[in-house]
């Protein structure tokens, strides 16, 4: 081929491949099997991160009896206890998602996606050999840092391979699939963590079978193509070119027309953003927000599914039947997002956070005050359905308000916050539950909700139908 052809070839890249370019191509998909499978594909790879985070909660009975740790301490801050196994993990989380954010969009979704699970897996691996407690903490807490970097980039990496007006249900999908690692980590710990098969504690046994099974990703990993939105940010527009290519093929649609080349800004090299920069406008305020709002919802979230197993038992519950009831309830889990899937699109994304808050709120003050088994189980269910709601709407949301070129670092910075207060939710629930017991407990998730639906009432933007970096 001719220098003049090659010429050629590469401005008819730029026509169709630059970053806007890539942005309204995306938009413009029509649905189709290859997409949701890369969805789902993804949201597998994201089912280990998801059995990894939640066995935090359920292995906790199996740490206290094997002398590792105890369910509350004298002090606040107390090491020894299951909160600060809860705080190593969230503290991991935000070294993972504050400072580590950047590395997916520098180096691609698809690289730190594949690696950052390889990395939390090993350190899990090491932390269920551990035969003390700073042992356990200090490994729990390097495992957490792979867990939230994972996070981050699942979360741009779906984002930007669907389009808005199905985004919704994309990352309701996408929960739902992560999700069922709920029920089987609870299986697990349900007949592995009161025994210990070969003479081994039964919570070391599911830790590793999730890191044993995570080398799944050696061959999902195969089967992912890079964001081409990502690629087309960082001046590679042959190769987004490729992509959309297949995407276009596999939709049954053609590949558009080259616009006219005054019209079309070519691939260009990203612009590098410090973090300094998030606090400067137009996005600082948007930074703002979603940095309370994370705050907050963390323990409305985490202040109840990780501490299901022991909210119960301190209700009288023995541990063999309230890792039981846990079992149950983690089956809602993946059901609320799937259920949540059929009016994911159709209402604003902060007016699904704000009614999930609500719903929180309700049914948690409900579980504090019912004793009946069945009653406690409906409402335990209740509540997990509100927060996975909660979940999939705010994973999507803080995600596509940003811009491409930064949206793991922004996203990684305000996800973060989630991550501190998880941290200190792990002390100050441990506390609550010794000082006030199990409506404590909620009566604080119930304070943290309000705040939630009243930032993102009155100040959440709105992103229905809207383009990625419009």
């Known amino acids: 081929m001719s220098a003049v052809e090659l010429g050629s ?81 969230f503290a991991g989380l935000f070294i993972g998602t504050f400072c580590l954010g950047f590395l997916a969009d520098r180096y691609g979704r698809k690289a730190v996606f594949t690696y950052s699970l390889l990395f939390y897996s090993a350190a899990s691996v090491i932390m269920a050999c551990q035969t003390t407690p700073g042992g356990l903490l200090l490994w729990r807490f390097i495992a957490g840092i792979g867990i939230g970097i994972e996070v981050i980039t699942i979360d741009a990496y779906i984002t930007e391979l669907v389009p808005s007006w ?81 995407l276009d093929a596999a939709s049954g649609t053609a590949a ?38 994370n705050l907050c919802q963390a323990f409305g979230v985490y202040g109840f ?63 504090a005050q019912l004793t009946a088994p069945a009653l406690l189980i409906a409402s335990g269910v209740l509540v997990t359905g509100a927060n996975m709601t909660l979940s999939y709407a705010y994973h999507a949301y803080q995600t596509e308000v940003f811009p491409t070129a930064i949206r793991a670092r922004a996203a990684g910075l305000v996800y973060s916050m989630s991550r501190l207060s998880a941290t200190f939710s792990g002390f100050i629930v441990a506390f609550m539950l010794k000082e006030a017991g199990v409506i404590g407990v909620f009566g604080l998730i119930t304070a943290a909700m309000v705040i939630v639906i009243v930032t993102i009432g009155v100040w959440g933007p709105l992103v229905r139908g809207k383009p990625l970096d419009a």
């Open 256 to 293: 558009p027309r080259p616009a006219p080349a005054a019209a079309v800004a070519s691939a260009r090299a990203p612009v590098e953003t410090g973090y300094a920069d998030l606090f400067r406008p137009p996005y600082a305020s948007l930074v703002v927000l979603f940095m309370i709002f």
């Open 9 to 89: 070839v590469a401005d008819l890249a730029n026509t169709t491949s630059g970053p806007d370019q890539i942005s309204r191509r995306l938009e413009a998909l029509p649905t189709s099997g290859y997409v949701w499978r890369l969805v789902i594909l993804l949201s597998l790879g994201g089912c280990f991160e998801i059995y990894d985070l939640f066995f935090t909660g359920y292995i906790a009975p199996g740490l206290a009896r094997s002398g590792l740790m105890t369910t509350t301490t004298q002090a606040f801050f107390g090491f020894s206890g299951i909160g600060a196994f809860v705080a190593a993990t």
């Open 166 to 246: 199905m985004r919704g249900r994309a990352f309701a999908i996408n929960q739902a699939v992560m999700l069922s690692a709920v029920p089987i980590v609870a299986a697990l710990s349900w007949w592995l963590v009161p025994a210990t098969p070969y003479g081994i504690d039964g919570w070391r046994w599911v830790v590793l079978i999730g890191a044993a099974a995570s080398m799944i990703i050696w061959v999902l990993r195969l089967y992912v193509p890079e964001s081409p939105l990502w690629l087309a940010r960082n001046g590679r527009a042959a190769e987004a070119e490729t992509i959309m290519r297949t």
């Open 305 to 367: 599914s990780n501490w299901v197993p022991a909210l119960l038992v301190q209700k009288g519950i023995n541990v063999t039947k309230s890792l039981q009831y846990s079992f149950i309830i983690a089956f809602a889990y993946p059901l609320a997002p799937l259920l949540a899937a059929t009016f994911a699109d159709r209402f604003e994304r902060k007016w699904i956070i704000c009614g999930a808050a609500a719903a929180i709120s309700v049914f948690g003050l409900a579980f």
